[in-house]
C-alpha cells in the first residue's frame, strides 16, 4: 500500500472537511498538531468526540462483571485495603455472585503492580516475605505475575479422552471429572493476599461469605444464564440443588439465591487458609465426589499443587512498557508478538478499523496462533522457543511476511480446517488503589459453570480446563483452537491457556491501566484491540473498550467481526480474500486506568465496564 500518498489524501480530505465545520483558528491548530503528530492528522476521534466515557474516582476503581462483586472490592478499598485486597475480595464474591465463571473450583492468571510506599501504608510485598525473584522492578514499585492454572491430575495421560477408534470424546472433556484440572483459585488468592495485601484474609472474605449466606437477589443476567444453563446444571443433583429451587425451577430475576454450603467452604478457607482446600474439608469432600464418582484427582494431586510466581513477559510499545502474562499462558507471548509486528505499519494512519487496518492485524493474527498453537506449553515441562518467539527478531521477520493487500489462506500457512465455538465463561476484573497499585485478574472455569458437577456439601462448581490441553493433535477444543503436541496432556503440567491479563505503563514507569478479558481464544485479540485502540488511535478507555472488535485465528480461515463494521470494509476485506463472518460480541475487557497528573483534577482513577454483557459494573471506592 502506497501509504504516504494515501495518508496525504486522506489528510487533505479531513482538513476540508473540517474547514466547512470548524473555524479557521482551529483549523490552523489541527494542521499544525498534524504537523507534529502525523498519526492524529485523520484522528476524528479526540478526547471530546468520543461517544464513551470511562467512570470517574477521586480514589480507587474496581471494574468487574458483576456489580455487586466489584461493589465488595470497592468497599474493600474504602477499608484501607490496597488492589490486591480488593481484587482477592472480589474474586471471592464473584465466586458467589457469578458462578458461570467465579469460583473456587477453578483457576487463572494475575499480574499486579504496587509502589513500594503509598497513602495506603507499605503493608506488603518485603514486609513479611523476602524479595521475589520473579519481581520485576518498575519505576517506584515491582510487578509480578501469579500462575494459578489447573494442573492435570497425576493420573491423567495423552490418551485419556481418546476413544479406542482414535476419536475425541468431547463429552467426557466438557461433561465429566475426568475434565477437571485440580483447582488453583484457592491457592491463588490466598498466596497473593498474603504476601501483596494490607487487610487479613478473614476481612476480605468477610463480604462473599455474607453473599453466600444471606443471599442475594439474582439479576436478570444471571437468571437467563441459569435458564440457559439447567440441561447442564440440572444432571447433577448438588448443581440442581445449590442453583435451583427447591421445586427444580430457575430462579426468577428478583429472587433471593442463598448458597450455605459455599459459605461454609468460604468460612473455612477464610479461618485456615488454603489448608482447607488442599488438605481439610474440601479436600477430602472434592477427593470423595472423585473416587465415587470416577474422577482422578487425589488428595495426593491437591497436596503438591501449588500457585507459581512469575515473571511478567514485557515490551515497550508505542512510547509505554506492556506487561503480561507468560506461558503456560500462551495469551501474553502472541500479544506480543502481535504488538512488535503491528507497531512499525502505521496503524493509526491506516484509520481505526478500516479496512486496511483490519487485513494488516487478521494476517499478524493468523501467524501469530500458528505459533500458539504449535509451540507454547507449560514452561514448567515443555521446551519452547519463547525468547526468539517475543524478540524484535522474530517479529521483523513476521512482518516481512505480511502481504499488505493479499489475504494469506489458512491452508497455506497449515493444512486443516476446523470450527470456532464462543465462550462466556471465565471472567476478567481489573483494580487501581489510591496509590496507583495495578492488579488485572483473569479467573475460569473453562465453559460456562465449568463440568457443571458441583462438589457434594461444598457448593462449588469444578472446572473443565482439561479442553485446554490437546486431547488429540489438531483436534480442535471449545474455542476452535487446533494445538499440537507441546501442549499434550501429562501428569501435573498446565494446559496452555489463552487468558491475557496485562498492565501498561507510561514510559517513565508510571502505571497507566489494567486490561483482560474472557472469550477463549478471542482474548488475545480483545486485548490487543483494547491496547492499540488506547495507544495508537488515540481513544480514551471506554471507546477503546466499545469499539468493534475483529478476531481471526488461522483456523477457521475467517474473521470474525462485531456488529458495528460498515458493509464498505467488509467489502474491503472480502475483496482482499477474506472471508468474514459476523459473530455476537467478543470478550469483555473490565478495565482500569491512572490520569495523568496533569489531567486529573483529582480524579484518582477511571474504570470502564466493558458493555457487551450484561451486569458488568465500574464501581469507584466510596469517599
Ligand atoms: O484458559 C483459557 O484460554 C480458556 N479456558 C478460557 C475460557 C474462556 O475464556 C471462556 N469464556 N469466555
Redesign the pocket.
Known amino acids: 500500500m502506497p501509504a504516504a500518498g494515501h495518508s496525504h489524501w486522506k489528510l487533505h480530505h479531513v482538513l476540508i472537511l473540517m474547514a466547512r465545520r470548524f473555524s479557521w483558528p482551529m483549523l490552523a491548530l489541527a494542521v499544525l498538531g498534524a504537523s507534529v503528530q502525523p498519526a492524529l492528522a485523520n484522528n476524528l476521534l479526540q478526547e471530546k468526540a468520543q461517544r464513551f466515557h470511562p467512570v470517574a474516582s477521586s480514589a480507587g476503581m474496581v471494574a468487574a462483571q458483576e456489580e455487586r462483586a466489584a461493589a465488595v472490592g470497592a468497599a474493600v478499598l474504602r477499608q484501607g485495603g490496597n488492589a490486591v485486597d480488593a481484587a482477592v475480595a472480589t474474586a471471592f464474591a464473584l465466586a458467589v455472585t457469578l458462578p458461570q465463571a467465579g469460583n473456587l473450583g477453578g483457576g487463572g492468571f494475575l499480574l499486579l503492580w504496587l509502589p513500594r510506599e503509598g497513602a495506603i501504608g507499605t503493608c506488603h510485598a518485603a514486609q513479611r516475605h523476602p524479595a521475589l525473584a520473579e519481581a520485576l522492578p518498575i519505576g517506584r514499585g515491582e510487578a509480578v505475575a501469579l500462575n494459578f492454572r489447573e494442573t492435570a491430575p497425576l493420573a491423567a495421560a495423552a490418551d485419556l479422552f481418546l476413544r479406542p477408534d482414535g476419536s475425541v470424546d468431547r463429552t467426557r472433556i466438557l461433561r465429566s471429572l475426568l475434565g477437571s484440572g485440580v483447582p488453583g483459585t484457592v491457592a491463588g488468592l490466598t498466596q497473593v493476599q498474603d504476601r501483596y495485601g494490607c487487610l487479613p484474609l478473614a476481612t476480605v472474605m468477610q463480604p462473599a461469605i455474607a453473599l453466600a449466606e444471606k443471599g442475594f437477589p439474582v439479576g436478570a443476567e444471571l437468571s437467563a444464564s441459569l435458564i440457559a444453563a439447567a440441561p447442564l446444571l440440572q444432571v447433577d443433583p448438588a448443581s440442581k440443588r445449590q442453583f435451583y429451587k427447591a421445586d427444580g425451577l430457575p430462579y426468577q430475576h428478583g429472587e433471593l439465591l442463598r448458597q450455605p454450603q459455599l459459605a461454609a467452604s468460604l468460612r473455612c478457607i477464610a479461618a485456615q487458609g488454603s489448608a482447607c482446600f488442599y488438605r481439610g474439608r474440601l479436600a477430602e469432600k472434592l477427593v470423595a465426589l472423585m473416587r465415587r464418582s470416577g474422577g482422578l484427582i487425589t488428595m495426593a494431586d491437591l497436596q503438591l499443587y501449588r500457585a507459581l510466581w512469575q515473571r511478567p513477559l514485557q515490551t515497550p510499545f508505542a512510547g509505554h512498557r506492556v506487561l503480561t502474562m507468560p506461558p503456560p499462558s500462551g495469551g501474553g507471548a502472541t500479544l506480543v508478538q502481535l504488538l512488535k509486528v503491528l507497531e512499525p505499519l502505521n496503524l493509526a494512519e491506516r484509520g481505526l478499523n478500516s479496512a486496511a487496518s483490519i487485513h494488516l492485524m487478521v494476517e499478524a493474527m493468523n501467524l501469530a496462533y500458528r505459533d500458539r498453537n504449535r509451540l507454547l506449553g507449560d514452561p514448567d515441562q515443555v521446551v519452547m522457543p519463547l525468547a526468539e518467539l517475543i524478540s524484535d527478531r522474530y517479529a521483523d521477520q513476521q512482518r516481512q511476511r505480511l502481504s499488505l493487500e493479499r489475504h494469506r489462506p489458512a491452508a497455506e500457512l497449515e493444512a486443516e480446517p476446523s470450527s470456532l465455538s464462543g465462550?462466556?465463561?471465565?471472567t476478567h476484573l481489573s483494580v487501581v488503589d489510591r496509590d496507583g497499585g495495578l492488579v488485572s485478574l483473569t479467573t475460569?472455569l473453562?465453559?460456562a459453570y465449568g463440568n457443571g458437577i458441583a462438589v457434594p456439601g461444598a457448593g462449588f462448581l469444578l472446572n473443565n480446563?482439561m479442553d485446554?490441553f490437546t486431547a488429540k493433535p489438531g483436534a480442535p477444543n471449545a474455542y476452535g483452537l487446533r494445538q499440537g503436541g507441546q501442549n499434550a496432556i501429562a501428569p501435573r503440567r498446565r494446559p496452555l491457556?489463552?487468558?491475557t491479563p496485562t498492565l501498561v505503563f507510561r514510559a517513565g514507569g508510571e502505571p497507566l491501566l489494567a486490561t483482560g478479558s474472557?472469550?477463549?481464544s478471542r482474548?488475545i485479540t480483545t486485548v490487543l484491540q483494547v491496547l492499540l485502540n488506547r495507544l495508537v488511535h488515540g481513544l480514551n478507555l471506554a471507546s477503546a473498550v466499545a469499539s468493534p472488535r475483529v478476531h481471526s485465528q488461522l483456523w477457521p480461515d475467517q474473521i470474525s467481526v462485531e456488529q458495528g463494521l460498515s458493509s464498505d470494509t467488509i467489502d474491503r476485506l472480502r475483496q482482499r480474500g477474506h472471508t468474514v463472518v459476523l459473530v455476537p460480541a467478543m470478550g469483555s475487557a473490565n478495565s482500569v486506568e491512572v490520569p495523568a497528573a496533569e489531567h486529573s483534577l483529582r480524579v484518582g482513577s477511571l474504570g470502564v465496564a466493558d458493555p457487551r454483557r450484561q451486569g458488568a459494573a465500574s464501581v469507584p471506592e466510596p469517599p
Open positions: 465462550g462466556v465463561n471465565t475460569t473453562n465453559t480446563e485446554d491457556s489463552s487468558m474472557p472469550g477463549g482474548i
